[in-house]
């Protein structure tokens, strides 16, 4: 890690979006590794976190070779949350899970107490610390959206995308009422498609939670998105002129925003 204390930042405090969905499949991966590096490319200096506890994939889509620590290590006291972050492109920190790892997709409490109790160590290393969470309303997950800045719902259209949208969004207001939420529609093919997905979420969130949902964002279904899987170059940086890498850069610019409205408070 002494490589990277060039890295840290003297700007303001760390800044934490936590990126979750109500099923799997919707992108949210995606959308957590674009943002990244979109914010990267906006002279940000970011810390990505796969939170998807036992089932993580950031470092296979971000392509980075020979990983041998990840957060099992921590949770088994044989290396601090530091010792673990990785260099990835453009700059950007990556903090990796274990994939096909019991223990870590079923942590205790004690387990998440010496986890989280280490995300101090890295607050001086970054602007941003985005989270790639599981899918679903686990409590692991509810409990870290309640816990960050900004809490990114990703959906896609179709009702089972929105019924399971709801779901987590139903949850968090169970935990914390004060927090409103922020939309970010995924993989629509028509704007009235997302308009539609839009509108139906916010009608049942204000109708039954009394929330008022944000949407921040959008990105159109994309054949350079599963291209962009398929050979594990970040779409942001393969196809950086595109109308979907535009979306990650005004969502990066959003969040910049958001940041210092809160560091000046």
Known sequence: ????????????????????????????????????????????????????MGLGNVTFMLGLKGVKFNLEHVIDGEKRLEEIILEGPEGLLVIPSGSG?????NLTDPQSSTLWSQFKE???????LIVDLAAGIA????SFLAASES??????????????AYAILKVLHQRDATRVPLLFINQYQEESERTGTSKKLKAVAKQFLGLDLIEIGAMKKDWRVEKAL????????????????????????????????????
């Open 1 to 52: 890690m002494s490589g990277l204390v060039s890295k840290k930042s003297r700007r303001r405090q760390l800044y934490t979006i936590a990126i979750a969905s109500g099923k799997g499949g919707v992108g949210k991966t995606t959308v957590a590794i674009n943002l990244s590096l979109a914010l990267c490319r906006l002279k940000q200096k970011v810390v990505l976190m796969d939170g998807d």
């Open 151 to 164: 809490a990114v719902i990703v959906t896609t259209p179709g009702k089972t995308a929105i019924l399971d």
């Open 230 to 265: 398929n050979t594990q170059e970040p779409f942001v940086l393969k196809h950086d002129k595109s109308a979907i890498a535009r979306s990650m850069y005004d969502l990066g610019e959003y969040f910049i925003k958001a940041s210092y409205r809160l560091s000046e408070k």
């Open 101 to 105: 790892v019991e223990k870590l997709a």
């Open 122 to 128: 890295i607050e001086a290393y970054g602007d941003f």
């Open 139 to 142: 409590d692991a997950v509810v």
